[in-house]
């Protein structure tokens, strides 16, 4: 016999419908991980960098004040989470946002601390 589950403000039904809803647990680490990148404070200055002009390593590092081999390290992180792309032009690799639900996800977390 199954056990029937109580709960205390919401009826078996409203709780069945919320579980159907709930992402699949793969899903679910996959944006736990996305959330993951934006835990750093360098990735997001890269970002809103990105969002102002498409740019190589060198002037990145420049306006960010660092070093090309951190800002090569993080815009590896960010491309391997689809964040941004990259394009060459000649011996240049130029940088971008990869689209625009990159600047979404940071304009709301914008708003969102600032409320």
Do not use: W
Request: hydrophobic share 40%.
């Amino acid at each position: 016999m199954e056990e029937k589950i109580e709960y205390m403000t919401i009826d078996a039904n409203t709780a069945e419908e919320i579980e159907n809803k709930m992402p699949e647990e793969s899903e679910l680490y996959e944006l736990a991980d996305l959330f993951k990148v934006f835990g750093d404070s360098t990735r997001i200055k890269i970002l809103y960098v990105l969002f102002e002009n498409e740019m190589c390593v060198y002037d990145i590092a420049n306006i960010l004040n660092m070093t090309q081999s951190a800002i090569s390290h993080q815009l590896r992180i960010l491309k391997q989470n689809r964040l941004v792309r990259f394009r060459k032009e000649g011996k240049n690799v130029l940088y971008t946002l990869a689209d625009g639900h990159v600047l979404t996800i940071l304009s709301q977390g914008m708003e969102h601390i600032e409320e």
